[in-house]
């Protein structure tokens, strides 16, 4: 089993940043593709990013392209995402999940379904 906890979300302005973290506990994220997804109000979960799990490989939805970036720290046990540019679009609540998966089709990390473990969420809201 693996826990995650994610961290980082707030209040900000268009065009600022924010820095998400996931903190995972119980087993070490370096066997796991680790994935963000969000959801806003009324919508269904979208993928986000990911990253493999096995040469760091990443993957990212059109939409946060360019703006986010994902990476992982093994060591830390922690997946991050920094947002740069953000815009009341991005606004939603964020959840980082982790798949015991591998492979190098951006279909298979944008699917919310081969995630096992997910986080309770953390909320991003941009203002306008």
């Known amino acids: 089993q693996v826990q995650l906890v994610e961290s980082g979300g707030g209040l900000v302005q268009a065009g600022g940043s924010l820095r998400l973290s996931c903190a995972a506990s119980?087993?070490?994220?370096?066997?796991?593709?680790m994935g963000w997804f969000r959801q806003a109000p009324g919508k269904e979960r979208e993928f986000v990013a990911a990253?493999?799990?096995?040469?760091?490989?990443?993957y990212y939805a059109d939409s946060v392209k360019g703006r986010f970036t994902i990476s992982r720290d093994n060591a830390e046990n922690t997946v991050y995402l920094p947002m740069n540019s953000l815009k009341p679009e991005d606004t939603a609540i964020y959840y980082c999940?982790?798949?015991?998966?591998?492979?190098?089709?951006?279909?298979?990390?944008?699917?919310?379904?081969?995630?096992?473990?997910w986080g309770q969420g953390t909320q991003v809201t941009v203002s306008s």
């Open positions: 119980g087993r070490t994220i370096s066997s796991y593709a």
């Open positions: 990253i493999s799990r096995s040469d760091g490989s990443t």
């Open positions: 999940a982790a798949g015991p998966f591998s492979g190098s089709l951006y279909s298979f990390y944008e699917s919310p379904n081969r995630y096992a473990y």
